[in-house]
């Protein structure tokens, strides 16, 4: 379109833009269209696409809609075509599952691994790093839980799909809390945490033997706070 053709009164370019306004029907016609063959392919591609996406899935899902935009609203856009492509991203995504069936390197590449955030009530500062998940976001997942602090957990795992696994200790041992320092306890009175330092960083529990209050013997911060319990 010419700089010439932008004119701002021209109510008819608002409303159907370069079109005629009998594409307007037509427009709507091939969204019913597109909409049932997108039920279609979207059932063929399986369960796993009503339930959290993985990374492939979230790339196909991103396809399609990239695939229906054009024949959705432009008149030039043959839906043919189109039913093509989606025919062979549905192919695409079923031959992927079928490797990673096969291959555990290929289910690797598709969809990533898990990665353990908590050991034994401390964090794996270098696994969250790389998975670009700092202490406050995770913290965050874990108030969703109703996890209070780190000295409940033997694991947590961040799956491959993106949600959070964990598993408890039999027994609560004292630990860093996970609420925000204006809604974090009091130090304990009494009790295992009486008296306790763990530390702020990785939520590492020193032992009667350690030194606590110096550099921790994990992370190697110097930031220390009462353990709750």
């Given at each position: 379109?010419?700089?010439?053709?932008?004119?701002?009164?021209?109510?008819?370019?608002?409303?159907?833009?370069?079109?005629?306004?009998?594409?307007?029907?037509?427009?709507?016609?091939?969204?019913?269209?597109?909409?049932?063959?997108?039920?279609?392919?979207?059932?063929?591609?399986?369960?796993?696409?009503?339930?959290?996406?993985?990374?492939?899935?979230?790339?196909?899902?991103?396809?399609?809609?990239?695939?229906?935009?054009?024949?959705?609203?432009?008149?030039?856009?043959?839906?043919?075509?189109?039913?093509?492509?989606?025919?062979?991203?549905?192919?695409?995504?079923?031959?992927?599952?079928?490797?990673?069936?096969?291959?555990?390197?290929?289910?690797?590449?598709?969809?990533?691994?898990?990665?353990?955030?908590?050991?034994?009530?401390?964090?794996?500062?270098?696994?969250?790093?790389?998975?670009?998940?700092?202490?406050?976001?995770?913290?965050?997942?874990?108030?969703?839980?109703?996890?209070?602090?780190?000295?409940?957990?033997?694991?947590?795992?961040?799956?491959a799909n993106g949600r959070l696994s964990y598993y408890?200790?039999?027994?609560?041992?004292?630990?860093?809390?996970?609420?925000?320092?204006?809604?974090?306890?009091?130090?304990?009175?009494?009790?295992?945490?009486?008296?306790?330092?763990?530390?702020?960083?990785?939520?590492?529990?020193?032992?009667?033997?350690?030194?606590?209050?110096?550099?921790?013997?994990?992370?190697?911060?110097?930031?220390?706070?009462?353990?709750?319990?």
């Amino acid at each position: 379109m010419k700089k010439e053709d932008i004119i701002f009164s021209d109510w008819h370019r608002w409303l159907f833009g370069t079109a005629p306004p009998a594409f307007a029907f037509e427009a709507a016609l091939r969204a019913l269209v597109i909409f049932s063959a997108m039920l279609l392919i979207v059932r063929w591609l399986g369960r796993r696409m009503k339930g959290q996406l993985s990374i492939s899935e979230l790339a196909i899902i991103l396809t399609l809609g990239a695939i229906i935009a054009g024949p959705l609203h432009l008149p030039t856009g043959g839906l043919l075509p189109s039913f093509a492509v989606l025919l062979t991203v549905l192919g695409v995504h079923r031959l992927s599952n079928w490797l990673a069936f096969k291959s555990r390197p290929a289910e690797l590449v598709q969809q990533g691994d898990v990665a353990l955030l908590v050991r034994n009530g401390c964090l794996e500062l270098e696994t969250m790093q790389n998975h670009a998940l700092s202490q406050e976001q995770f913290f965050g997942m874990l108030r969703n839980q109703s996890i209070a602090q780190l000295g409940e957990l033997r694991r947590a795992y961040l799956e491959a799909n993106g949600r959070l696994s964990y598993y408890k200790l039999p027994e609560p041992q004292p630990g860093l809390s996970v609420l925000p320092p204006a809604d974090r306890p009091p130090p304990a009175a009494d009790g295992p945490a009486q008296g306790r330092q763990v530390c702020a960083t990785c939520g590492y529990l020193p032992t009667p033997t350690d030194h606590a209050g110096t550099h921790c013997l994990r992370c190697k911060a110097d930031n220390w706070v009462p353990s709750v319990i």
